[in-house]
């Protein structure tokens, strides 16, 4: 009996059965006498989810592209399709041909947040693999990129190897190799060595950890010669076009258009955030490149809407000119998710058709210039204001302000702050429509993370009982119709900032709390804190610690990992948070020296216009 045949017997009695079937317009499925190399791209959460991300739609098509390679997609399973398949043994499938995962040569996980790490476990155990690298002793490979990879240690003891950075140009590489290593018959460690030897990949067995006798991690160790792990780019952004058949999902995704991206990296310099360090040096694309390729994409897809994504969308240099072009056709509508606090930004969303259905999203991040500072948010009060005076006075209704609590140094002093501000822009939205009957206002935050690889990795996690006090302040103050506070759950929060600094023990806390019954643990209605908690203590994590700030000094799991941004930056970028003293956007102004264009030789990107921190 087929997979296939199998799994007609149990869809009917699982919830959204179209997210394991796969078939849709644009997926892929050659003759398989014709494949070489079997390649599961692996999303470690539900359909619906996965499919929002871009990534996973361009190494789909690079893939396929090899004539002797297929790529499958394969997403987490829902619970009640994981007890289907464990109650029926159906091991898990690529969507595209249905073949089990352990027959396919390598599996690619994507790691976008930390959340997901039980779901990979729990995916490798149902396609009948072991979790743990070193009791797999053949094919398929497991590998896992994206932006988790770039602080490898928590998952080492269960991949085989890591992409560090960018996919477009390794994906092949790795590709050739695994399927040269079939066909003269190399088992995994040969392998192995030589895909060590691939620049932008780590292979974290063959690196030792050692801990000192109190059990801190003092550093890391390679077991042979290989080139240290760095990051790779892709130096020709234009040269790896945009897919072009973008698979059409058969349930409704979280993002639910044609997404394109813009340009990639960040040099804003927000100091909490990981993709501005991580994704640079920052590149565009050229617009008449994304002109057609958006075109085309439409007419593949069938979609009206178009989404033109990157870090910060309105830094495009054309973006006017971009979102003039796509829209001239005159049934096309642009969204531009990811929109800068200023007026300009609302001009620009002026110009599209799509923002207005959703209401206009901007990220002040803190409510108090200082903060705001110590942070380097680039933005001012009147930027806030002016950028809300546009969209007020241009009809828009529907307000959605970003606030991160527990940043460092923040005091109540900054959460007061947010009330005055949001109250600040009631009044304003009050004075230019004569009252506030229709103005409905959302105010999300969020609990800040130290992250791996950014000026703010050696901050601390706030404590339960000042994150709750704060939030509290905030839905106390805030407590009107009009308004509406989310907030998010500390328990989580706090179980992101393990994960994001771990190190090969924290490995062993995700293991034990798959065991015990964890999954999707960013899914509010699944998360086991106690669980964790218990497999913390096991694994001898001392929380406290781990969660606490670190000295500059100390050596760091992720310090072997070179993304290009060099560790002295990081120190000076902290250093200069404490003096709340702001680091301009290197596109608009001076380098600050980051280190990134001299690491990967490339010309650092020149904007017009002038920095806001002039
Ligand atoms: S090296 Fe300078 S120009 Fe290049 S990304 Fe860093 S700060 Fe910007």
């Given amino acids: 009996?087929?997979?296939?045949?199998?799994?007609?017997?149990?869809?009917?009695?699982?919830?959204?059965?179209?997210?394991?079937?796969?078939?849709?317009?644009?997926?892929?499925?050659?003759?398989?006498?014709?494949?070489?190399?079997?390649?599961?791209?692996?999303?470690?959460?539900?359909?619906?989810?996965?499919?929002?991300?871009?990534?996973?739609?361009?190494?789909?098509?690079?893939?396929?592209?090899?004539?002797?390679?297929?790529?499958?997609?394969?997403?987490?399973?829902?619970?009640?399709?994981?007890?289907?398949?464990?109650?029926?043994?159906?091991?898990?499938?690529?969507?595209?041909?249905?073949?089990?995962?352990?027959?396919?040569?390598?599996?690619?996980?994507?790691?976008?947040?930390?959340?997901?790490?039980?779901?990979?476990?729990?995916?490798?155990?149902?396609?009948?693999?072991?979790?743990?690298?070193?009791?797999?002793?053949?094919?398929?490979?497991?590998?896992?990129?994206?932006?988790?990879?770039?602080?490898?240690?928590?998952?080492?003891?269960?991949?085989?190897?890591?992409?560090?950075?960018?996919?477009?140009?390794?994906?092949?590489?790795?590709?050739?190799?695994?399927?040269?290593?079939?066909?003269?018959?190399?088992?995994?460690?040969?392998?192995?060595?030589l895909l060590a030897a691939i620049p932008g990949i780590y292979v974290p067995k063959f690196y030792a950890p050692a801990y000192d006798a109190q059990g801190s991690y003092i550093g890391i160790k390679p077991l042979g010669s290989f080139p240290a792990p760095k990051k790779?780019?892709?130096?020709?952004?234009?040269?790896?076009?945009?897919?072009?058949?973008?698979?059409?999902?058969?349930?409704?995704?979280?993002?639910?258009?044609?997404?394109?991206?813009?340009?990639?990296?960040?040099?804003?310099?927000?100091?909490?955030?990981?993709?501005?360090?991580?994704?640079?040096?920052?590149?565009?694309?050229?617009?008449?490149?994304?002109?057609?390729?958006?075109?085309?994409?439409?007419?593949?897809?069938?979609?009206?809407?178009?989404?033109?994504?990157?870090?910060?969308?309105?830094?495009?240099?054309?973006?006017?000119?971009?979102?003039?072009?796509?829209?001239?056709?005159?049934?096309?509508?642009?969204?531009?998710?990811?929109?800068?606090?200023?007026?300009?930004?609302?001009?620009?969303?002026?110009?599209?058709?799509?923002?207005?259905?959703?209401?206009?999203?901007?990220?002040?991040?803190a409510g108090s210039q200082r903060l705001r500072n110590v942070i380097n948010k680039n933005v001012r009060e009147e930027d806030i204001f002016s950028a809300a005076r546009a969209a007020f006075e241009n009809g828009w209704d529907s307000l959605k302000l970003?606030?991160?609590?527990?940043?460092?140094?923040?005091?109540?002093?900054?959460?007061?702050?947010i009330v005055n501000m949001v109250r600040g822009l009631e009044q304003l939205y009050r004075e230019i429509n004569g009252n506030n009957r229709r103005l409905k206002m959302t105010v999300a935050v969020s609990t800040f993370v130290p992250k791996a690889h950014t000026p703010f990795q050696w901050a601390a996690f706030l404590g339960r009982k000042d994150v709750e006090r704060r939030q509290r302040l905030l839905l106390d103050k805030l407590r009107l119709p009009k308004f509406k506070v989310q907030t998010m759950d500390w328990k989580e929060s706090k179980l992101e900032a393990l994960l994001a600094r771990g190190d090969r023990k924290t490995g062993r806390a995700i293991f034990l709390a798959w065991q015990k019954g964890c999954r999707f643990d960013a899914w509010t209605e699944h998360f086991r804190p106690q669980l964790w908690a218990e497999s913390f203590a096991q694994a001898g994590v001392d929380v406290a610690v781990a969660l606490g700030e670190i000295p500059l000094t100390a050596a760091l799991p992720w310090d072997h990992i070179d993304i290009g941004v060099s560790k002295d930056y990081l120190i000076k970028e902290s250093g200069r948070a404490k003096g709340a003293a702001g680091t301009p956007d290197c596109t608009l102004d001076r380098c600050s020296d980051c280190g990134v264009c001299a690491a990967f030789a490339v010309t650092p990107l020149k904007r017009k216009g002038k920095s806001v921190c002039d």
């Fill in 1 to 193: 009996m087929s997979v296939w045949d199998k799994l007609q017997a149990i869809l009917p009695y699982v919830e959204k059965p179209a997210r394991y079937i796969g078939n849709e317009i644009n997926s892929v499925a050659k003759a398989q006498e014709e494949v070489q190399l079997r390649f599961a791209l692996a999303f470690p959460d539900v359909y619906e989810i996965g499919f929002s991300y871009m990534g996973f739609q361009i190494l789909y098509e690079i893939i396929n592209s090899i004539p002797w390679a297929q790529a499958e997609r394969v997403f987490a399973p829902w619970p009640d399709m994981e007890a289907k398949l464990r109650e029926h043994k159906i091991p898990l499938y690529g969507l595209e041909t249905k073949t089990g995962l352990n027959a396919f040569d390598i599996i690619g996980f994507t790691l976008q947040y930390e959340l997901g790490y039980t779901n990979l476990l729990n995916m490798l155990d149902l396609a009948g693999l072991s979790p743990h690298a070193r009791e797999r002793t053949g094919f398929p490979l497991i590998i896992a990129g994206g932006p988790g990879a770039l602080n490898p240690e928590p998952l080492a003891d269960f991949i085989d190897a890591f992409v560090l950075g960018e996919g477009e140009e390794i994906v092949t590489e790795i590709a050739e190799t695994v399927a040269e290593a079939k066909k003269q018959g190399w088992g995994k460690d040969k392998t192995l060595k």
């Fill in 232 to 365: 790779r780019i892709v130096r020709d952004f234009a040269s790896y076009p945009l897919p072009q058949k973008l698979v059409v999902p058969l349930v409704q995704p979280v993002h639910d258009r044609v997404s394109i991206e813009i340009c990639r990296g960040c040099a804003r310099g927000c100091r909490f955030c990981q993709a501005g360090m991580l994704y640079r040096p920052v590149r565009e694309r050229p617009m008449a490149q994304l002109a057609e390729q958006g075109r085309m994409l439409l007419q593949n897809t069938g979609s009206s809407e178009i989404s033109l994504s990157s870090l910060s969308s309105a830094d495009y240099s054309k973006i006017e000119e971009l979102v003039q072009t796509l829209m001239a056709s005159g049934d096309t509508s642009v969204s531009l998710p990811s929109l800068r606090v200023d007026s300009y930004s609302v001009e620009l969303a002026k110009l599209t058709r799509a923002v207005r259905k959703t209401g206009l999203t901007l990220a002040p991040e």
């Fill in 402 to 417: 970003y606030f991160m609590l527990g940043l460092p140094t923040e005091t109540d002093e900054d959460i007061e702050d």
